[in-house]
């Protein structure tokens, strides 16, 4: 059977609410997320890189939640919550599932390691908010005529997208207020509440 390790709060949310919208047994098994359990053999056997999320199905052990989206997509959805491959829908339900994870999400990342020492903390920090309000920009005006990203159904690329707005709420405050609809349908849905509630 499909196993999701999971952390409330975290980008294991997105495998487990997609799993509980195509209604599929799944066994969530919650980690500790402390650096030590991460760091410990045990976990760096199932996820090299020490993160959660990881998916444990039969043979194959994988990390990567976007991954595990199109994963579970492609082996156990039949069709649902995502377009037919190659079509031009198909490469828009793509475009915003990575810009959900690789585009909105980074600016919450540390990247210190990759500048310079003496980059002052502040200055970053001013530069992420920067960043992540131009990305709110761009999926405020998506969905201006739209409830979900790719039109009137819910699809996948909601489940990536929902998640990282989510983790952003409190950036997206009173100034974007189709956003803010958006996440509001977001958590209306039961299997979101039945994450939630994990
Ligand atoms: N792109 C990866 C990111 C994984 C990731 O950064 N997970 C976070 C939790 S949401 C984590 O494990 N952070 C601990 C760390 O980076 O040390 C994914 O989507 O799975």
């Known amino acids: 059977m499909l196993k999701i390790?999971?952390?409330?709060?975290?980008?294991?949310?997105?495998?487990?609410?997609?799993?509980?919208?195509?209604?599929?047994?799944?066994?969530?098994?919650?980690?500790?997320?402390?650096?030590?359990?991460?760091?410990?053999?045990?976990?760096?056997?199932?996820?090299?890189?020490?993160?959660?999320?990881?998916?444990?199905?039969?043979?194959?052990?994988?990390?990567?939640?976007?991954?595990?989206?199109?994963?579970?997509?492609?082996?156990?959805?039949?069709?649902?919550?995502?377009?037919?491959?190659?079509?031009?829908?198909?490469?828009?339900?793509?475009?915003?599932?990575?810009?959900?994870?690789?585009?909105?999400?980074?600016?919450l990342g540390l990247h210190r390691i990759l500048r310079a020492e003496d980059d002052d903390a502040g200055a970053l920090i001013a530069e992420a908010v920067e960043k992540a309000h131009i990305c709110f920009d761009v999926i405020e005006e998506a969905l201006a005529d739209r409830d979900y990203l790719l039109g009137e159904a819910f699809s996948a690329a909601d489940v990536m997208m929902g998640h990282s707005i989510a983790l952003l709420e409190t950036v997206i405050g009173n100034k974007y207020p189709n956003t803010k609809n958006y996440l509001e349908r977001m958590k209306a849905r039961p299997a979101y509440q039945r994450v939630m509630k994990l």
């Open 5 to 107: 390790f999971h952390v409330p709060g975290t980008r294991s949310v997105r495998p487990v609410w997609l799993c509980f919208e195509l209604d599929l047994s799944v066994k969530v098994e919650h980690v500790d997320f402390s650096p030590e359990y991460r760091n410990s053999k045990e976990w760096r056997a199932i996820s090299p890189a020490r993160k959660v999320p990881a998916l444990i199905d039969g043979d194959l052990t994988m990390f990567e939640s976007g991954a595990m989206v199109n994963y579970i997509l492609e082996r156990y959805a039949q069709g649902r919550l995502h377009p037919n491959p190659g079509t031009d829908e198909s490469a828009l339900f793509h475009q915003w599932c990575w810009f959900g994870e690789a585009t909105l999400t980074r600016p």
